[in-house]
T-cell receptor, first 113, second 112 residues
Framework: DTEVTQTPKHLVMGMTNKKSLKCEQH?????MYWYKQKAKKPPELMFV???????INESVPSRFSPECPNSSLLNLHLHALQPEDSALYLC????????????FGDGTRLSIL | EDQVTQSPEALRLQEGESSSLNCSYT??????LFWYRQDPGKGPEFLFT???AGEEKEKERLKATLTKKESFLHITAPKPEDSATYLC?????????????FGTGTQLKVEL
């Protein structure tokens, strides 16, 4: 069991739907991350939050909207996604946003119809 | 451009047959080299961080080493439960966020 919890585990949505992915950690970490991982590929960084502020956006399309309501929670709001956005979305956290190791959740498997 | 290359892409070992996985990196401003294990359908599980050339870390049958250009993950007397994809990543964390550049991984299968 990981200490980073992601919900839901699986999500199927149409291209016109709006949905949200949720991530929670209770390790007192102050940096949180969203990654996208396609099959047989390594994770690709999307966003970094440091002390609840967005610090890195890797030129992600605006149909992905991150939110960090508090130091334990991270959301990813999805709207008008494309079929190529189908992937495993991983959340991670680290003690801070320096060179500390990141701890990953088990992800949300997203399928866009 | 930062780059991390892992070899081999896939490796089949017999139980007890030791081997090494390679991770070559060119990451500007490297602040840490990270090793992860990923099982199918799961997120990466953190194994080791190496911060400076010459550093070594061990955990059970795994030992990670670091030079100025590459890192090795040595697996001694592997068991079937060591089967997984092993990822290495270079980190450039400097306050704004620890950006990890991942290699494409080595898929390890250990057979009885």
């Amino acid at each position: 069991d990981t200490e980073v919890t992601q919900t839901p585990k699986h999500l199927v949505m149409g291209m016109t739907n709006k949905k949200s992915l949720k991530c929670e950690q209770h390790m007192g970490h102050r940096a949180m991350y969203w990654y996208k991982q396609k099959a047989k590929k390594p994770p690709e960084l999307m966003f970094v939050y440091s002390y609840e502020k967005l610090s890195i956006n890797e030129s992600v399309p605006s149909r992905f909207s991150p939110e960090c309501p508090n130091s334990s929670l991270l959301n990813l709001h999805l709207h008008a996604l494309q079929p190529e956005d189908s992937a495993l979305y991983l959340c991670a956290s680290s003690q801070d946003a320096s060179n500390q190791p990141q701890h990953f959740g088990d992800g949300t498997r997203l399928s866009i119809l | 451009e930062d780059q991390v290359t892992q070899s081999p892409e896939a490796l089949r070992l017999q139980e007890g047959e030791s081997s090494s996985l390679n991770c070559s990196y060119t990451v500007s401003g490297l602040r840490g080299l990270f090793w992860y294990r990923q099982d199918p359908g799961k997120g990466p599980e953190f194994l080791f961080t190496l911060y400076s050339a010459g550093e070594e870390k061990e955990k059970e049958r795994l030992k990670a080493t670091l030079t100025k250009k590459e890192s090795f993950l040595h697996i001694t007397a592997p068991k079937p439960e060591d089967s997984a994809t092993y990822l290495c990543a270079g980190g450039t964390g400097a306050g704004g966020g620890n950006k990890l550049t991942f290699g494409t991984g080595t898929q390890l299968k250990v057979e009885l």
